[in-house]
């Protein structure tokens, strides 16, 4: 096992929960803008479309950060960036910042039960060192209307 298998199994489990909560896509002339469940990526987001919208918004994407191993288990530290977009008209931010909220949440709710019983009996949500699950930030400077965080997840599996 090592951190691709781990993230692909992540993959699995949020593409069967995020449908629970379809968020606004940006939209260009000939897409309109409309609703759908964040796609979720491993490694890195697709490549930019000139003729079309930013299909990745919105988006949870996977990123093996750190890890080491011992001899009986690896660890593994995945960053999960996720992205929403939100465009009402006259609203200040709120809507983005609602969704970005629900999208951590729902997140933070699909990956949290790992710590209890192992992901497909393999990989083990840990806390960090202070004791912290999924810890959370959003990085400086975001250009509305989207909207970023940043969530640390820590796992253990056998080696």
């Known amino acids: 096992m090592n951190a691709?298998?781990?993230?692909?199994?992540?993959?699995?489990?949020?593409?069967?929960?995020?449908p629970e909560l379809?968020?606004?896509?940006?939209?260009?002339?000939?897409?309109?803008?409309?609703l759908r469940a964040a796609n979720?990526?491993?490694g890195d987001l697709p490549p930019k479309k000139p003729e079309g919208p930013d299909q990745e918004f919105?988006?949870?994407?996977?990123?093996?950060?750190?890890?080491?191993?011992?001899d009986a288990e690896n660890m593994a530290e995945v960053l999960l960036r996720l992205g929403v977009y939100s465009r009402e008209e006259g609203d200040n931010g709120e809507a983005t910042e609602n969704d970005l909220?629900?999208?951590?949440?729902?997140?933070?709710?699909?990956?949290?039960?790992?710590?209890?019983?192992?992901?497909?009996s393999r990989y083990s949500l840990e806390a960090d060192g202070k004791g912290r699950f999924l810890f959370?930030?959003?990085?400086?400077?975001?250009?509305?209307?989207?909207?970023?965080?940043?969530?640390?997840?820590?796992?253990?599996?056998p080696a």
């Open 58 to 70: 919105p988006f949870v994407l996977l990123q093996a950060k750190t890890g080491h191993l011992t």
């Open 101 to 120: 909220s629900n999208l951590v949440s729902l997140v933070s709710r699909v990956l949290k039960p790992y710590a209890a019983a192992p992901l497909e």
């Open 22 to 34: 379809p968020l606004a896509t940006p939209g260009r002339v000939p897409h309109p803008e409309g």
């Open 136 to 157: 959370w930030e959003r990085p400086d400077k975001q250009p509305q209307p989207y909207a970023e965080a940043w969530m640390i997840s820590l796992w253990r599996m």
């Open 40 to 42: 979720v990526f491993i």
């Open 4 to 18: 691709y298998t781990l993230m692909c199994a992540m993959k699995s489990a949020l593409e069967a929960r995020l």
